[in-house]
């Protein structure tokens, strides 16, 4: 098993910044991946960044990429989403997620993960 707590949501301004950590607990030397994903009010949740725990290779949704960054400190198992140029359509409940199994770059982008955290609220006003 592994346990995921994800923290740093919070309000902020069109343009700022925010960084999300999601600390990792229990088994977490067999996961492939490490995925962030997001649910707006009333849309489906969606991809929007892994990075692999082997190799430390990334990849982004098209509407983040270039403002956000996925990073990890391995001696604190914890993964970090680093946010920038924020917009109100970034607003939604933003979850980490744990992929014990091999996935393509492809497959590493589907809703398929093992362990979710709880979600944590980012909302970017106008």
């Known amino acids: 098993q592994v346990q995921l707590v994800e923290s740093g949501g919070g309000l902020v301004q069109a343009g700022g910044s925010l960084r999300l950590s999601c600390a990792a607990s229990?088994?977490?030397?067999?996961?492939?991946?490490m995925g962030w994903f997001r649910q707006a009010p009333g849309k489906e949740r969606e991809f929007v960044g892994y990075?692999?725990?082997?190799?430390?290779?990334?990849d982004y949704a098209d509407s983040v990429n270039g403002r956000f960054t996925i990073s990890r400190a391995s001696a604190k198992n914890t993964v970090y989403l680093q946010m920038n140029s924020l917009k109100p359509e970034d607003t939604a409940v933003y979850y980490c997620?744990?992929?014990?199994?091999?996935?393509?770059?492809?497959?590493?982008?589907?809703?398929?993960?093992?362990?979710w955290g709880q979600g944590t609220q980012v909302t970017i006003s106008s």
């Open positions: 229990g088994r977490t030397f067999s996961s492939y991946a």
């Open positions: 990075m692999t725990l082997v190799g430390g290779s990334t």
């Open positions: 997620a744990a992929r014990r199994g091999y996935c393509s770059a492809y497959g590493c982008q589907k809703n398929e993960y093992d362990y």
